[in-house]
C-alpha cells in the first residue's frame, strides 16, 4: 500500500514545492516507487521536471474518473521518480469536485489504481483552503507543512490544526517543519525556539533560507540531484529521515 | 503497467565501438551523453538448476546493488543494496525486503550460485525533448568476461530504457536505430551471452529426467538411454552435495540413485544377473551412506513447522533440539562426503559407466527381455506393481503395524518412477498423469505417517543428548508435546489412507491399468 503525503499550507511561498521535489526525489534515489501529483496549476513542481504542464481530459476527466490515471503519468529524469502533471484546468478543480455526493473523497477515488504501483505518492497543493484541500486532507496519510518562522506563522498552524480535527480527516497526521529559516534573523530564531517550546510535534529538521533553494528554478532541477552535498540538501536529507520515521516505509 | 515499462537490447552493425556508436547516437538525437566511459564489474547469479531463468528473471550484483529484473524487458523487479554475495547466496541471510520474499518464491532453498562475471564499460546517454527533458534513456555498454581464458569476446550492446509517458519518442529511437543505423535487436540478454561464453548453459542444470523412447525400441537399448541420464544427474550433483551448498543437491543425488536401483530391480531380465547383483548391492550401500545427512537436513530445513506444532510459549524451549540436530547433521555430512570421495564410489561410478556402455553388445541368453520392446516390457511391470500394491493396500486397516504402511509406501516409489520414466514417454498422457496423480495422493499420507514414524522414533532418540544441554529440561518438556502431535499426524494420516487407498485402487482405475498396460 502507498504511504499518501501532501505538502500543504494555506499560505503561499513557504517552500512546499520545493519540499515536495526534494523529498520524493529523496524517496525514490533510496529505492522507493514514487509518484508526486503535481495539484498546483501554477506548475512549480511539473516546471521543475522539465515535463508539460498539460494533462489530457484535465482536471475534471481525472476527479470524473473519465481519464484513465496511469497513461498520464510521466517519467521524470530520476529513476523510479514518476509525476503526474499539473493542468491550467486544476484551477476549476473545485467546481469539478463540487457536483459529487462526497466530494473530498474524490482525489482518494482518483488514486485508487495506483496504490500497489508506488511505495509513496506526494501531493504538492496549491494554497488555499477549498474542496481540493480537504479532498487532499481525506487522502493523505500525512500532511507535511512548511512554516516559515514569522509571527504569524503560529497562527497559521492554529488554523490548520482547526481545520484538520473539524473535518472528516480521520487519523492525518499534521508535521510541519520549519522552512526558509534564516538564523541571522534574530525573529525567526526567537519564533523557532517559542514555537518548539510551546506546541510538541514540529520536526526538528528546518530548512534554511538558501541561494541554491532559489537555484533550482533556474536550473530546471532537484537541489538534492545537482548540489546533494549543500546545507539546504543536507536538511532535506534529515527531513526525510524523519519523515519516513513517523509514516513508515511505504 | 509497471513504472517501469519494457525496454530492450541492440546490437551495432559489425565491430563497432562504444565512441562510434555514441556519435552515431549523437549525430540523430538531441542527446545528453552522461559522462565517460565508466567500468561497473557485475555477477549474474542464478540456482544450479537455473530456477531464475526459468521465472523469466535476471539477478545480478554490481556496484553494491543486488537487482531483479525481467530477461526480456529488462525491466526493474526489486533491489537491494548490499555487499558482494560472493560465491553463495541464500534467500535466508537476505534483509527482509520485497527482493527477498520475490527470490523466495521462486527460488525455495536452493542457494544463488556466481553463473557468470563480467567487467562493462558502460556510457549513458539520454535522449532529449525540446525541454531538454530525457525522454528515452539509453546505456551503451561493452562487456567483457572477467577471469577469461582466451573466450570469445561480447559485443557491444545499446539499451534502450523507456521512461514512461514517452512512447512515441521510445517509438523514434528504436525505428532511427534499426533503420537509418543498422542495429539489430539483440537475440539474447547479456546474462545469456555472458554464461554461455563461459561454457555454461542459461537455463542451469536440470535434475528432471525427460527421455523421449519409442515404443518398439529394444527393452535394453532404451532403458540404458534412461540410466545414462541417471547417471549424468548423479554425477552432476556431486560436487555440490560435498560443498554443502544447498540441501537440493544431496536430495536430487539420492533421487537419481534410487531411481536407478528400481530400474535394477523392476526391470531385472535385461541384466546378466552375476553384475546386476553386484551393482544393486552398491547402490545400495551409496543410498545407506547418503541418507543420515539426508534425514538431518531435512529436519533442520523443517524445524520451524515443527517448532510451529507445539504451543507458542514452548517454541523457544526447542532451541537446545535444534543445536543437537546441527551438530548431528555436522556429522553425518562428514561420514557422507568421507564415502562420496572414497575410491569405492569412484569405482562403482565408473564401473556401472563402462557396464552401460558394453551391455548392447552383451550376449542375450542370460538377459531374457533385452530384445523385447520397451513397451511390452514396462508395461508388465507397470500392471505387476501396481496389482501388488492394490493386494498390499488391501490388506492394510487402522491397526495394521507401521512396517505395512512403509512397504506399500517402497513399493509406490517403484511404480511411480516406472510410470515417470517409461510410463510418461510411452503411453497416453491422459491415463498416466491422473494416475501418477492418484498415486502422489496416495503417497503423500503413506510418507506423513512414515515420516511422523520415524520423527518420533528419532527425537526419542535424542532425549539423552537433549538433556544434556543447556536448557535441557525445558527442550524435553516441549519435545514431549512435540511427539505427541506428531504421533497425532500419524493416526490421522491412517485415517486419511482408506481414502486415498480407495480412489488409488477403485474399479475405474484397475481396468484403465489393465486396458492401457495389456
Not at chain 2, 530492450?8 to 562510434?20: C, R, Y
Not at chain 2, 530456477?51 to 525491466?75: F, K, M, P, Q, Y
Not at chain 2, 523487479?77 to 537476505?94: C, H, Q
Not at chain 2, 495394521?400 to 516409489?413: A, F, I, N, V
Amino acid at each position: 500500500m502507498s504511504r499518501i503525503l501532501a505538502t500543504y499550507n494555506i499560505k503561499g511561498g513557504v517552500g512546499k514545492t520545493s519540499a515536495a521535489v526534494n523529498l520524493s526525489y529523496l524517496a525514490a534515489r533510496d529505492g522507493a516507487r514514487t509518484l508526486l501529483w503535481d495539484l498546483d496549476p501554477q506548475a512549480g513542481a511539473t516546471y521543475l521536471f522539465r515535463v508539460k504542464p498539460k494533462v489530457r481530459g484535465g482536471g475534471g476527466g481525472l476527479v470524473r474518473l473519465k481519464s484513465d490515471v496511469e497513461d498520464l503519468i510521466k517519467g521524470t529524469d530520476h529513476p523510479g521518480l514518476d509525476l503526474l502533471p499539473a493542468d491550467f484546468s486544476y484551477r476549476h478543480m473545485d467546481l469539478a469536485l463540487d457536483g459529487f455526493k462526497h466530494p473530498t473523497r474524490r482525489l482518494a477515488r482518483v488514486l485508487e489504481p495506483l496504490t500497489g504501483e508506488y511505495d509513496y505518492v506526494f501531493l504538492d497543493c496549491p494554497p488555499s483552503i477549498s474542496l481540493v484541500s480537504e479532498s487532499v486532507f481525506e487522502a493523505a496519510d500525512a500532511l507535511l507543512v512548511p512554516v516559515v518562522p514569522a509571527t504569524l506563522s503560529s497562527r497559521t498552524l492554529e488554523q490548520l490544526e482547526d481545520v484538520v480535527d473539524g473535518g472528516s480527516a480521520g487519523d492525518l497526521r499534521l508535521l510541519p517543519f520549519f522552512s526558509m529559516v534564516d538564523t541571522r534573523k534574530k525573529l525567526h530564531r526567537e519564533v523557532v525556539e517559542r514555537v518548539r517550546a510551546e506546541r510538541a510535534g514540529v520536526l526538528e529538521a528546518e530548512i534554511p533560507t538558501s541561494a541554491d533553494v532559489e537555484r533550482m528554478g533556474a536550473y530546471r532541477n532537484v537541489l538534492c540531484a545537482f548540489a546533494p552535498r549543500s546545507r539546504a540538501a543536507g536538511a532535506y536529507e534529515a527531513l526525510w529521515r524523519e519523515v519516513r520515521a513517523r509514516v513508515g516505509e511505504g | 503497467m509497471s513504472a517501469l515499462a519494457a525496454g530492450s537490447d541492440f546490437l551495432p552493425p559489425g565491430g563497432m565501438t562504444l565512441e562510434a556508436v555514441a556519435r552515431a547516437l549523437a549525430g540523430r538525437f538531441e542527446v545528453r551523453d552522461g559522462r565517460s566511459a565508466r567500468a561497473l564489474d557485475r555477477t549474474y547469479y542464478d540456482t544450479f538448476d537455473g530456477l531464475v531463468h526459468g521465472a523469466g528473471l535476471t539477478l545480478s550484483h554490481g556496484a553494491g546493488t543486488l537487482t531483479l529484473s525481467e530477461r526480456d524487458s529488462g525491466a526493474e523487479r526489486a533491489r537491494l543494496a548490499m555487499a558482494s554475495p560472493g560465491e553463495r547466496l541464500l534467500t535466508g541471510d537476505l534483509a527482509v525486503s520485497p527482493m527477498r520474499d520475490q527470490l523466495r518464491e521462486v527460488v525455495e532453498v536452493r542457494a544463488l550460485l556466481p553463473i557468470a562475471r563480467v567487467r562493462i564499460r558502460t556510457r549513458a546517454f539520454q535522449v532529449l525533448d525540446d525541454e531538454r527533458k530525457t525522454v528515452v534513456r539509453m546505456m551503451l555498454e561493452q562487456p567483457e568476461l572477467m577471469n577469461s581464458r582466451g573466450d570469445p569476446a561480447l559485443g557491444t550492446r545499446v539499451r534502450v530504457l523507456p521512461v514512461r509517458g514517452y512512447d512515441e519518442e521510445l517509438a523514434l529511437v528504436r525505428r532511427t536505430l534499426e533503420g537509418e543505423l543498422g542495429f539489430a535487436p539483440a537475440p539474447q540478454p547479456l546474462v545469456d551471452e555472458a554464461v554461455k561464453a563461459s561454457g555454461g548453459d542459461p537455463a542451469g542444470i536440470s535434475s528432471k529426467i525427460v527421455v523421449p523412447l519409442g515404443a518398439q525400441e529394444r527393452a535394453d537399448l532404451a532403458t540404458i538411454a534412461v540410466l545414462r541420464r541417471l547417471e549424468a544427474v548423479i554425477e552432476a550433483n556431486l560436487e555440490g552435495t560435498i560443498a554443502d551448498l544447498d540441501s537440493e543437491f544431496l536430495h536430487d543425488f539420492r533421487v537419481s540413485v534410487r531411481r536407478t536401483r528400481a530400474v535394477q530391480r523392476e526391470l531385472k531380465a535385461l541384466f546378466p544377473p552375476e553384475e546386476l547383483r553386484h551393482f544393486r548391492s552398491e547402490f545400495r550401500w551409496l543410498q545407506q551412506v547418503t541418507g543420515d545427512s539426508r534425514d538431518l537436513d531435512v529436519y533442520v530445513l523443517g524445524f520451524e513447522s515443527m517448532r510451529a506444532l507445539v504451543p507458542e510459549t514452548m517454541r523457544d524451549d526447542l532451541e537446545p533440539l535444534l543445536a543437537v540436530l546441527r551438530r548431528r547433521r555436522g556429522a553425518a555430512r562428514r561420514k557422507m562426503v568421507r564415502a562420496i570421495r572414497s575410491k569405492r564410489t569412484a569405482a562403482l561410478l565408473s564401473e556401472w559407466s563402462s557396464f552401460l556402455t558394453e551391455l548392447p553388445d552383451r550376449p542375450e541368453e542370460d538377459r531374457a527381455d533385452a530384445g523385447q520392446p520397451i513397451s511390452a516390457v514396462a508395461a508388465g511391470r507397470i500392471r505387476k506393481v501396481y496389482r501388488q500394491m492394490v493386494k498390499m493396500g488391501r490388506a492394510i486397516d487402522k491397526d495394521s503395524p507401521p512396517e505395512d504402511y512403509h512397504e506399500l509406501r517402497k513399493k509406490g516409489k517403484e511404480l511411480r518412477y516406472l510410470l515417470e520414466l517409461f510410463g510418461a514417454p510411452l503411453y497416453p498422457g491422459e491415463v498416466v498423469k491422473p494416475m501418477i496423480k492418484s498415486l502422489k495422493a496416495l503417497q503423500d499420507v503413506l510418507g506423513l505417517h512414515q515420516d511422523r514414524e520415524v520423527q518420533v522414533a528419532t527425537l526419542r532418540s535424542l532425549e539423552h543428548e537433549v538433556d544434556a544441554a543447556q536448557g535441557g529440561t525445558g527442550a524435553l518438556m516441549a519435545m514431549g508435546v512435540l511427539v505427541a502431535r506428531l504421533a497425532e499426524d500419524e493416526l490421522a494420516a491412517r485415517a486419511t489412507f482408506a481414502e486415498r487407498f480407495a480412489v488409488f485402487a477403485s474399479k475405474a482405475q484397475r481396468k484403465l491399468v489393465t486396458d492401457t498396460f495389456a
